[in-house]
């Protein structure tokens, strides 16, 4: 799993710095990808981690991957999301 997360995050970061570049192909490689990460991975990945991916919320999967603790409740869940609810 350890190697799969590494995988991960160098494809994320790859991602991210593609969007920032626009560069349209790298974008769709990167997310290509990363669907197939998460579809060989999902069992054995940490539920939070599978989350992030599959919202495609990818900034908050490389903090999740990071180490990161405090990383913000979206619109999909938690707290800030929905009226009293509780996180995920």
């Known amino acids: 799993m350890i190697h799969m997360e590494t995988q991960i995050k160098a494809s994320l970061i790859a991602l991210l710095e593609a ?12 997310m290509d990808r990363l669907d197939d990460l998460l579809n060989r991975g999902r069992a054995t990945l940490h539920p939070q981690l599978v989350h992030f991916l599959e919202r ?26 929905r009226a009293g609810g509780d996180d995920l």
């Open 56 to 81: 495609r919320s990818y900034a908050k999967a490389v903090m999740f991957l990071g180490g990161q603790t405090d990383i913000p409740v979206g619109v999909c869940g938690g707290r800030a999301g």
């Open 19 to 30: 969007i920032k570049a626009s560069n349209g192909k790298i974008i769709s490689e990167e």
